[in-house]
């Protein structure tokens, strides 16, 4: 099976000519030239009117302000413990960010200057514009034209065409309700716009910030690296550069003012209980100084001994328990005061690690919860998720400060246990001593927490004056020179693989599809067995009788020489001294079979060789159209109707510088041709013939559809089988090979006639054979 396929594929590759590929397509240069030329012209017209697209980029760093400067309890300023970059990425590009870019350059009014072919857009018109409509109240695309003229400006509504006439050079103080108004002496004079044509655009503010985020383009520069590339491509240069400048600036602002958040709520936590201490503070000094008053107090002596010292430690224990209560209770409050789930204070005292923490998450967790609502609705994945997070956060923290005052009851009730201990030491002690140190231990504990806020307090202060930005600006937005579309190596390119493919690809095509024979190659592919004897050259003059003269040199006449002479070779060797018998035929009508029958006798003759020409042709005669004869001239089927009719009697000398050669007409078209030919009469005149000529040459009538042929064929000594290039199908070679191969046409070799014929292959042939009578061959 392997050594079968390597023969098939040899066989593949000997088919295969590839000089003769090549010059099959060379043939066709100048179609070649002349797309190359529309090619190469259409791309310079495209590189000479395409707007040109610039590209703009700009680079900044993420900062991690854990590096930054840091208060010595930095615990209220918001820290990204590591750096996200993804995360980054999509706050950049978000529609909040670009929703502000939007706003602050006015993005959604747009300008172009119309040019006689292109129109190109400019950052802004260059004289004086004013935007009346808000941008919010844009709830459509709006469009505009403004046309300077000598006398005046002309607004066109490209919406709904109405047209709106200015006199002068300002379109103020008119009652037309434009949504801008324009004056062309501000900027300049209007003498320098006359004839200029502009365009306004104005389009809402959600379809621009919608596609702005489509047109930036983010990436992180390296893996490692902190570092983000910002790129945009568009027509003004300025105006990209304008737009990636602000994106910037907005994102540093908008992480600068996420990092102030907390410090304001804390500095607005701590005023709200500034108010509330100080009233206690007030009342315990007023009832200590009652206190002394009414009980005659000035001085109290010192605790004495060991249990006074023990007392004083306990106390001081239990002062330190009491703080925490306090500081609890002032959380627990703030707490439950908090129904929106605002951001709480953070490190206020509270001496329980996870508390803090929890406070920590909880803050951040409310930031991210309000960025996804100010960018999402109630009702997005992300929100619900980010309000689910808050929620359970502040469960999570309730339940800790409970938890830890619990802890800290039982602590203070261990505490009071051990004082009531040491009561039986200091039993001097008045009770009026005792009630005074509980006056003056609620000042301390109001005193300490007021003085600790008060220290927090300025610590959010200047964390709030001294906030870092979020970003540092490595590039501030750059445009390339050149521009990035289009480019005129790759239009070129383009243009030349164009102009090249498409010719191939249509000739390929049409190779592909062509089902006709053009050359001696086509017919030996499919039937190398029988030998080609002859190639006729097609001229452009339709010479058909080129013997007139026998001395004639031309290209055609020396091709039926050379045919002539190769037929000798396929004639089989006689000694008896009789003429040869040389069929000429085809497939279909119209391949030049009559043509090729006339001239070769005539080349046969030119050579001193008496040549007899019949045309056996009954159903479709055309040999007399050559001889300028009558077509019903009495002939060949004359003879073979009537017994007593004499061949010789049809003879005709059709051509005086010929005088070896003659005609036996078809003569009148019968209605049985095939009857006539097998009477035997036609046998008894090729053998009566042969006596006396030595070549007979018989123009027989197609094979594909008729039989007359094969009823004859064995009377015939070889049988020229005519094919006609770009207009013999290729599969109609099978038949003439099939006929070959059973024997039903005798000693077959194949002419080519109008070999280097226009390959047009406007013929429009079908296999419909259609032969008749009275048509054309």
Not at 677 to 684: C, H, M, V
Request: glycine share 4%; hydrophobic share 35%; net charge neutral.
């Amino acid at each position: 099976m392997d050594n079968s396929f390597n023969n098939f594929s040899l066989k593949e590759e000997e088919n295969i000519d590839i000089k003769q590929e090549i010059s099959r397509y060379l043939r066709y240069w100048p179609w070649f030239a002349v797309t190359l030329a529309v090619t190469l012209i259409s791309a310079y017209m495209y590189l000479r009117y395409a707007p040109r697209v610039y590209q703009t980029y700009s680079k900044i760093k993420i900062l991690d302000e854990s590096e930054g400067l840091e208060l010595p309890t930095s615990a209220f300023i918001f820290k990204r413990k590591n750096i996200n970059l993804e995360n980054e990425i999509e706050i950049l590009t978000s529609y909040l960010i670009m929703n502000r870019v939007v706003r602050e350059l006015n993005l959604n009014t747009n300008f172009y200057e119309e040019g006689t072919i292109q129109t190109s857009q400019i950052e802004a018109l260059p004289f004086g514009f004013k935007q009346i409509i808000h941008p919010d109240s844009i709830t459509e695309r709006l469009s505009y034209k403004l046309k300077i003229k000598n006398n005046g400006i002309d607004v066109t509504n490209l919406n709904t065409e109405k047209v709106f006439s200015f006199s002068g050079s300002t379109t103020r103080d008119s009652d037309y309700n434009l949504p801008f108004e324009v004056d062309l002496n501000v900027n300049g004079s209007k003498s320098n716009f006359i004839g200029n044509t502009y365009i306004l655009k104005f389009n809402t503010i959600k379809s621009t910030a919608l596609s702005l985020k489509s047109n930036i383009k983010v990436e992180s520069i390296g893996e490692l690296s902190d570092l983000l590339k910002l790129t945009i491509k568009g027509e003004s240069k300025e105006l990209s550069e304008k737009i990636l400048n602000t994106l910037m600036d907005v994102f540093d602002k908008d992480g600068i003012y996420d990092r102030q958040l907390i410090s304001k709520r804390t500095l607005d936590f701590i005023d709200d209980r500034f108010v509330f201490l100080a009233q206690e503070l007030d009342s315990i000094e007023v009832g200590r100084q009652d206190f002394k008053q009414r009980n005659n107090i000035v001085d109290i002596a010192a605790d004495v001994g060991l249990g006074l010292e023990q007392r004083a430690q306990s106390d001081e224990e239990l002062f330190q328990i009491e703080h925490q209560l306090a500081l609890s209770k002032l959380l627990d409050n703030s707490l439950k005061n908090n129904p929106e789930s605002d951001l709480l204070p953070s490190n206020i005292g509270i001496d329980n690690s996870s508390i803090n923490v929890l406070i920590s998450d909880y803050n951040s967790a409310v930031i991210n919860r309000d960025k996804y609502l100010s960018s999402g609705g109630v009702n997005n994945p992300m929100v619900k998720q980010a309000v689910e997070q808050v929620e359970s956060l502040k469960a999570n923290i309730d339940k800790s400060i409970k938890t830890y005052s619990n802890q800290l009851e039982a602590s203070r009730k261990q505490l009071t246990l051990r004082n009531r201990r040491f009561s039986g030491t200091v039993a001097q002690i008045p009770e009026k001593e005792k009630l005074l140190r509980a006056i003056d231990r609620q000042q301390k504990i109001k005193e300490s927490l007021y003085l600790l806020l008060l220290q927090k307090r300025e610590e959010a202060a200047i964390n709030l004056a001294i906030t870092e930005p979020s970003i540092k600006v490595v590039e501030y937005a750059l445009s390339g020179s050149n521009p990035v579309s289009p480019k005129s190596n790759i239009v070129y390119a383009a243009a030349i693989l164009g102009g090249l493919l498409i010719p191939f690809g249509i000739l390929y095509l049409i190779f592909m599809l062509d089902t006709k024979l053009h050359s001696k190659e086509d017919v030996t592919k499919i039937n190398s067995n029988i030998p080609v004897i002859g190639e006729i050259p097609d001229v452009k003059k339709k010479e058909h009788i080129i013997f007139d003269d026998p001395n004639a040199r031309t290209a055609l006449a020396e091709s039926f020489r050379i045919l002539s002479s190769n037929v000798d070779y396929i004639l089989p060797i006689k000694d008896d001294g009789k003429g040869k018998v040389i069929y000429c035929t085809s497939t279909i009508k119209g391949e030049g079979k009559t043509y090729v029958s006339v001239n070769l006798s005539l080349a046969l003759s030119s050579i001193n060789k008496k040549v007899l020409l019949i045309g056996a042709d009954l159903r479709n005669p055309q040999i007399h159209t050559h001889i300028h004869e009558e077509k019903h001239k009495p002939g060949l089927s004359n003879y073979l109707h009537d017994t007593n009719y004499d061949w010789r009697d049809a003879l005709i000398n059709g051509f005086d510088k010929h005088p070896n050669h003659q005609i036996i007409l078809s003569g009148v078209i019968p209605p049985n041709p095939a009857h006539l030919l097998t009477n035997g009469r036609f046998k008894k005149l090729i053998e009566e013939a042969k006596e006396e000529y030595d070549y007979i040459i018989v123009d027989t009538a197609p094979t594909i559809l008729v039989t007359d042929t094969m009823l004859i064929s064995q009377l015939a000594d070889a049988t020229i089988y005519l094919a006609r290039a770009n207009y013999t199908e290729k599969n109609l070679l099978k038949f003439s090979k099939d006929l070959t191969e059973t024997g039903k046409l005798k000693n077959v070799a194949y002419v080519i006639n109008s070999v280097g014929a226009s390959r047009s292959y406007g013929y429009s042939y079908n296999y419909g054979y259609n032969y008749g009578y009275g048509t054309k061959d």
